[in-house]
């Protein structure tokens, strides 16, 4: 009976929460969300210094703050909330107790102590050598220290999750396989061992190295290594967010998956292939073969493509057929229109899935050839893309989850209730215009990493047409917008979270899963179906989709072309070069 009085049923979802995975789960999301207001923050200082007109910041604090803005975006904001995730999709759908709770508090405390590590090194001032920390540049030892704590500590809470899978499966908390949504985290975490091992094998020597242990580290060997854990810790986000795309059509919709067979390759394509697409970072490397590169971005990747197209189509699919089931029949786009646009967690879902599948999908697609690459290589293309990738798509992902896991996981009612419904759209609209005008900028060959674009003071100047520099303003116009919907998401959750009126559990069957998140109900999305989220539902034939999801079947056709015109300019675009040689 002790162990009994450890569980909680949510009335208003159905979840079934163990009390130790609860607590950790909510510690992972405030330290995401500390990580996150670190990361917006600095990120201001970035997008006015590359704003020409503003260019806010010197040299050196720019490079403090790029560095510092992307270690807490790209590692810690993501993985923390990925934690989360994985308790929550482990513990709390499949209802079974976490395995070695304390355990998982020192992975947490290790991950606490190497972020602060981290950014200690770099607001000390002798660590600014970026994301990428490039050896033969060096930082401080406790920089090196930092990421590798944090990445042990990560490493030890997949390990956690892998526990409590075989706890629930030996206690038969669930039959049959686990559901769709685990799946997906099993995946991300499979990714993420993958990722942290290499992480180690560079990150360690390289600790060694600045301490003065080992006299040298080969700078090719070093990128190489690298990119297998710089790259595919955000292919770790990358199966997380899609997880969480089908949780919340689930959520949202009651949406049945159309077929689960379908969507489970998926995921395990993304085992198998998609941590290759690191090579796109090193196609312009000397000491790889061509075979290696050709056979990497080509052949092999685009197997991760497929994986991420299916997962584009089965999503928005699986809500067609949801609306169309309650009425929303006439026409193409009736169930879109119709869709509870003003219920944030499904706005934010859904722009990430438009913005990760037509910004990201297909620049990433374009910038992992290896030709196009020579294109945009180095350029503001890059960030541009992982901006669309890793902030449009995971990011604003992962916000959409938190409205749902406020009321539900804090039991705390949502604050500023009028303000929720327009932060998804602010947020990400601001970023899609970042990430869009940071690749115009890079095809028009603005450089990635120098703080000026116009070169001042060196005998060469460089002048990049005007249309760069209303790119680089509009990036920076655009950064503005996406800094207030940041700041509009950390005040309604920070807020929610510790000021929030908190809901008595007597009362908490009067609050929809959908009432909850805005504090006001939404009429066009269904109560919270934990059976659909944590369930297993054969759903709808995927050969049928064009009779089934006639709407979805348009819209992937828009995709298609958008896909081939853009790689057709972009092939078109390199032709122009080729008298050159």
Same mark, same amino acid.
């Given at each position: 009976?002790?162990?009994?009085?450890?569980?909680?049923?949510?009335? #208003?979802?159905?979840?079934?929460?163990?009390?130790?995975?609860?607590?950790?789960? +909510?510690?992972?999301?405030?330290?995401?969300?500390?990580?996150?207001?670190?990361?917006?923050?600095?990120?201001?200082?970035?997008?006015?210094?590359?704003?020409?007109?503003?260019?806010?910041?010197?040299?050196?604090?720019?490079?403090?703050?790029?560095?510092?803005?992307?270690?807490?975006?790209?590692?810690?904001?993501?993985?923390?909330?990925?934690?989360?995730?994985?308790?929550?999709?482990?513990?709390?759908?499949?209802?079974?107790?976490?395995?070695?709770?304390?355990?998982?508090?020192? *992975?947490?405390?290790?991950?606490?102590?190497?972020?602060?590590?981290?950014?200690?090194?770099?607001?000390?001032?002798?660590?600014?050598?970026?994301?990428?920390?490039?050896?033969?540049?060096?930082?401080?030892?406790?920089?090196?220290?930092?990421?590798?704590?944090?990445?042990?500590?990560?490493?030890?809470?997949?390990?956690?999750?892998?526990?409590?899978?075989?706890?629930?499966?030996?206690?038969?908390?669930?039959?049959?396989?686990?559901?769709?949504?685990?799946? !997906?985290?099993?995946?991300?975490?499979?990714?993420?061992?993958?990722?942290?091992?290499?992480?180690?094998?560079?990150?360690?020597?390289?600790?060694?190295?600045?301490?003065?242990?080992?006299?040298?580290?080969?700078?090719?060997?070093?990128?190489?290594?690298?990119?297998?854990?710089?790259?595919?810790?955000?292919?770790?986000?990358?199966?997380?967010?899609?997880?969480?795309?089908?949780?919340?059509?689930?959520?949202?919709?009651?949406?049945?998956?159309?077929?689960? +067979?379908?969507?489970?390759?998926?995921?395990?394509?993304?085992?198998?292939?998609? =941590?290759?697409?690191?090579?796109?970072?090193?196609?312009?490397?000397?000491?790889?073969?061509?075979?290696? +590169?050709?056979?990497?971005?080509?052949?092999?990747?685009?197997?991760?493509?497929?994986?991420?197209?299916?997962?584009?189509?089965?999503?928005?699919?699986?809500?067609?057929?949801?609306?169309?089931?309650?009425?929303?029949?006439?026409? /193409?786009?009736?169930?879109?229109?119709?869709?509870?646009?003003?219920?944030?967690?499904?706005?934010?879902?859904?722009?990430?899935?438009?913005?990760?599948?037509?910004?990201?999908?297909?620049?990433?697609?374009?910038?992992?050839?290896?030709?196009?690459? /020579?294109?945009?290589?180095?350029?503001?293309?890059?960030?541009?893309?992982?901006?669309?990738?890793?902030?449009?798509?995971?990011?604003?992902?992962?916000?959409?989850?938190?409205?749902?896991?406020?009321?539900?996981?804090?039991?705390? =009612?949502?604050?500023?209730?009028?303000?929720?419904?327009?932060?998804?759209?602010?947020?990400?609209?601001?970023?899609? !215009?970042?990430?869009?005008?940071?690749?115009?900028?890079?095809?028009? !060959?603005?450089?990635?990493?120098?703080?000026?674009?116009?070169?001042?003071?060196?005998?060469?100047?460089?002048?990049?047409?005007?249309?760069?520099? /209303?790119?680089?303003?509009?990036?920076?116009?655009?950064?503005?917008?996406?800094?207030?919907?940041? *700041?509009?998401?950390?005040?309604?959750?920070?807020?929610?979270?510790?000021?929030?009126?908190?809901? @008595?559990?007597?009362?908490?069957? @009067?609050?929809? #899963? =959908?009432?909850?998140?805005?504090?006001?109900?939404?009429?066009?999305?269904?109560? #919270?179906?934990?059976?659909?989220?944590?369930?297993?539902?054969?759903?709808?034939?995927?050969?049928?989709?064009?009779?089934?999801?006639?709407?979805?079947?348009?819209?992937?056709?828009?995709?298609?072309?958008?896909?081939?015109?853009?790689?057709?300019?972009?092939?078109?675009?390199?032709?122009?070069?080729?008298?050159?040689?």
């Amino acid at each position: 009976m002790a162990v009994n009085r450890m569980f909680r049923t949510c009335p #208003a979802s159905g979840l079934v929460f163990h009390e130790p995975a609860e607590n950790l789960m +909510k510690a992972n999301a405030v330290a995401a969300a500390v990580s996150l207001l670190v990361g917006g923050i600095l990120a201001i200082g970035v997008t006015l210094t590359r704003w020409q007109a503003v260019h806010m910041l010197p040299p050196d604090s720019f490079y403090l703050f790029l560095t510092a803005h992307g270690l807490n975006m790209l590692v810690f904001w993501i993985i923390f909330f990925e934690m989360a995730i994985l308790y929550f999709t482990s513990s709390t759908l499949l209802k079974c107790r976490l395995a070695a709770p304390g355990i998982g508090w020192v *992975a947490f405390w290790m991950m606490v102590v190497g972020a602060l590590m981290n950014n200690y090194a770099v607001f000390r001032g002798d660590s600014s050598v970026m994301f990428t920390a490039y050896a033969p540049m060096g930082a401080h030892p406790t920089f090196y220290l930092g990421l590798i704590l944090f990445a042990v500590g990560a490493l030890i809470s997949c390990f956690v999750f892998f526990a409590t899978l075989v706890v629930a499966k030996s206690e038969k908390t669930y039959n049959g396989s686990v559901p769709l949504v685990t799946f !997906g985290a099993i995946t991300a975490a499979i990714i993420a061992v993958f990722t942290i091992a290499s992480g180690a094998i560079i990150l360690v020597p390289t600790f060694l190295w600045s301490v003065g242990f080992i006299d040298h580290i080969d700078s090719l060997v070093y990128r190489t290594v690298f990119w297998a854990f710089g790259h595919s810790s955000q292919q770790i986000n990358v199966s997380a967010h899609v997880a969480v795309w089908y949780a919340i059509a689930a959520i949202v919709f009651g949406a049945k998956p159309l077929s689960e +067979k379908v969507s489970r390759t998926a995921f395990f394509l993304y085992i198998c292939f998609l =941590q290759l697409a690191s090579a796109h970072h090193l196609l312009a490397d000397p000491g790889l073969t061509s075979n290696w +590169k050709i056979f990497n971005t080509s052949y092999a990747m685009y197997l991760a493509v497929l994986a991420s197209m299916v997962h584009g189509l089965t999503v928005p699919g699986s809500i067609e057929v949801a609306q169309r089931q309650k009425g929303y029949t006439n026409g /193409l786009f009736e169930w879109l229109r119709k869709a509870p646009w003003g219920n944030p967690a499904f706005s934010g879902m859904f722009l990430s899935l438009i913005g990760f599948g037509f910004l990201g999908g297909i620049s990433g697609v374009m910038m992992g050839t290896e030709q196009l690459n /020579l294109l945009i290589h180095n350029t503001l293309y890059v960030p541009g893309h992982f901006h669309a990738t890793v902030v449009v798509g995971t990011t604003l992902a992962f916000m959409s989850l938190t409205y749902f896991l406020i009321p539900v996981l804090f039991r705390r =009612q949502m604050m500023f209730a009028g303000m929720a419904p327009w932060q998804p759209y602010v947020f990400g609209l601001g970023m899609m !215009g970042v990430s869009l005008f940071l690749m115009g900028a890079g095809t028009l !060959g603005v450089p990635r990493r120098h703080w000026d674009i116009a070169f001042a003071g060196n005998p060469l100047p460089y002048e990049f047409p005007g249309s760069a520099w /209303l790119m680089m303003a509009l990036a920076g116009i655009s950064s503005i917008f996406a800094f207030v919907g940041g *700041a509009m998401y950390l005040a309604i959750t920070v807020g929610s979270v510790f000021f929030g009126k908190k809901i @008595e559990t007597p009362g908490f069957k @009067e609050i929809s #899963a =959908q009432q909850g998140m805005v504090g006001r109900p939404q009429p066009a999305a269904a109560p #919270a179906d934990t059976t659909v989220i944590a369930g297993h539902q054969g759903g709808v034939g995927a050969g049928g989709m064009c009779m089934v999801a006639p709407g979805t079947f348009v819209l992937a056709i828009v995709f298609l072309v958008s896909f081939v015109l853009y790689y057709f300019i972009n092939w078109k675009y390199l032709s122009t070069v080729w008298p050159l040689r």
